[in-house]
């Protein structure tokens, strides 16, 4: 493989008056976990459609390994592994057969790479004979994964691999990621949570099908650094349509039991706790969800 293992430069897609994807560019590297974020319908699917050669994009240009999305489509579908983010394998078929009925796709045996999967595959061992429609939700994605990897795959895409699964099994898909990683596989994932951001060597919020920020997490939080206040109030529905109207904030929003309030060197937590129904206001550290937020609520970086 030569060069990055993924490059995106100006990829537009419309559906009609809808801009799935604006101007998109990015580039992954060998050998590292990029991580794509950003809510449900922010362009991530369209994206990995494109790069999977599922579609074609309006314009701009797609490498996959060094192959063209558009004119090279033979060779990245030999070369990379896709995971879609529906479960897209036959559900009548047992967890044996249908890892045979993949690696067949591709002219080959289970048996010629099953050391790709047999980490994976041993969690699963017992259930080998049970059809994949009667599996948990975890058992289902890794068994979604072995079969996305069955054919030993230069590159791996995963779109939205843990949505719909439990806290465990989230854990447990990633750190099966880490290991992959290891063997100086790339891997694209795509995920709605911000909290997996943590596991990816680089990360792109997307929102609208536009890219707000790319970097490390850490680099990602501190461009955008500015102070932020947790507040509380007696009803913080009211609390929070008057903290909006509050000189000082920039951005105002809900986030469990506190408001979370952008502020700029003019607003102090004095001057929030006189608000009439505010009970408590402290300053903490913004993670990586406050930082989408207030990009969003900014409409630029």
């Known amino acids: 493989m030569i ?13 009609g008056s809808v801009k799935a994807l604006d101007n998109v560019s990015l580039d992954v590297s060998r050998g590292e976990i990029y991580g794509l974020l950003g809510p449900d319908g922010a362009g991530k699917t369209t994206l990995f459609r494109i790069l999977t050669t599922l579609m074609l994009p309006d314009s701009g ?18 070369t990379a592994g896709y995971m879609p983010g529906r ?6 078929l047992s967890v044996e057969e249908n890892l045979k009925f993949f690696a067949s796709l591709f002219g080959g045996k289970v048996s010629d790479n099953f050391d790709m999967v047999a980490p994976i595959y041993n969690q699963l061992a017992p259930f080998k004979n049970r059809r994949a429609a009667n599996l948990s939700g975890g058992m289902k994605q890794k068994l979604a994964l072995c079969c996305a990897l069955i054919h030993r795959p230069e590159i791996l895409f995963l779109d939205e691999p843990t949505t719909g699964v439990d806290a465990v099994s989230r854990s447990e898909f990633w750190d099966i990621l880490s290991d992959i990683k290891q063997t100086g596989m790339p891997i694209f994932v795509s995920t709605p949570y911000m909290d997996e951001a943590s596991r990816c060597d680089r990360i792109s919020l997307i929102n609208s099908g536009k890219i707000l920020e790319t970097g490390t997490l850490e680099d990602i939080l501190r461009r955008n650094s500015m102070p932020l206040l947790a ?8 609390t929070l349509l008057a903290l909006r109207e509050a000189a000082g904030v920039k951005t105002a929003f809900l986030s469990g039991e506190y408001i979370h309030v952008f502020t700029d060197s003019l607003c102090t937590p004095e001057s929030l706790a006189s608000i009439e129904g505010v009970s408590e ?6 993670d990586i969800e406050d930082v989408f937020i207030k990009i969003m609520g900014n ?3």
Not at 3 to 15: L, R, Y
């Open 87 to 92: 479960f897209s394998l036959y559900p009548d």
């Open 231 to 238: 507040v509380k109030g007696d009803n913080n529905y009211r």
């Open 281 to 286: 206001v402290k300053a903490i550290n913004p």
């Open 61 to 78: 240009k797609a490498m996959v390994c060094g192959f063209d999305t558009t004119k090279d489509y033979a060779r990245i579908r030999r």
């Open 299 to 301: 409409g630029s970086n």
């Open 3 to 15: 060069g990055n293992a993924i490059h995106i430069e100006n990829v537009s897609k419309n559906f």
